[in-house]
């Protein structure tokens, strides 16, 4: 079955700085990757998605993605983080019938 | 297009009852999820339907059951709620293992 581990729970930038925040995935087949956002009290939305071609993906926002299958990572990246990207970030993974979920990130932008 | 909307919103039940969650689409997708999330735990699949009449077992089935009896709704009933199933509740839906489009959750307690 596939799995998604993401890096490090907790992530606090300042206004402005980069944005990294860092999957690693396993699946037994070429994979779907996503990364969803979460505001508070809401649901999940789509910030980007990597199915095949382009290893570089444009995401809502600002943000980016890079499949790398050497390493199995799907990190994403935002240049210039800004107040409103606070937000929880989760990393999934989707092969055959279902997608598996990271724990999560939570993403605090410091002013 | 309302997309995906589950109802209620909130429900506090006492240990031992029992309750059904209402998740609707209008996105015409054979795919749809049920979802817990717990803090630190990300989203963790309970069941999902790759189509009218199928059900199939997530990560965590045990204490839930579901019915697909109509493309555009999937219920989540709780037969005998338990103080563990205190989360918050993710519906969402598919065309297949691409994107999954979520409802806004609902909020459970069991005391």
């Known amino acids: 079955a596939q799995s998604v581990t993401q890096l490090g729970s907790h992530v606090s930038v300042s206004e402005g700085a980069l944005v990294l925040l860092r999957c690693n995935y396993s699946?037994?087949?070429?994979?779907?990757l996503f990364w969803y956002v979460q505001y508070p009290n809401q649901g999940l939305q789509l910030l980007l998605k990597?199915?095949?071609?382009?290893?570089l993906v444009k995401g809502i926002n600002g943000f980016e993605a890079e499949f790398k299958k050497s390493e199995t990572s799907f990190h994403l990246t935002k240049p210039s983080a800004h107040m409103s990207d606070a937000a929880e970030y989760f990393c999934?993974?989707?092969?055959?019938?279902?997608?598996?979920f990271g724990a999560g990130t939570r993403l605090t932008v410091k002013p | 297009n309302a997309g995906v909307t589950q109802t209620p919103k909130f429900r506090v039940l006492k240990t031992g009852q029992s309750m059904t969650l209402l998740c609707a689409q209008d996105?015409?997708?054979?795919?749809m999820y049920w979802y817990r999330q717990d803090p630190g735990m990300g989203l963790r699949l309970i069941h999902y339907?790759?189509?009218?009449?199928?059900?199939a077992k997530g990560e965590v089935p045990d204490g839930y059951n579901v019915s697909r009896l109509k493309k555009q709704n999937f219920l989540l009933g709780l037969e005998s709620a338990a103080p563990s199933q205190t989360s918050v509740y993710f519906c969402?839906?598919?065309?297949?293992?691409?994107?999954?489009?979520f409802g806004p959750g609902t909020r459970l307690t069991v005391l």
């Open positions: 969402a839906s598919s065309y297949s293992k691409d994107t999954q489009y």
């Open positions: 699946s037994s087949v070429p994979p779907y």
């Open positions: 990597y199915t095949t071609g382009a290893t």
């Open positions: 999934a993974v989707s092969d055959h019938n279902d997608m598996r």
């Open positions: 996105m015409n997708h054979e795919y």
């Open positions: 339907s790759v189509g009218e009449g199928t059900t």
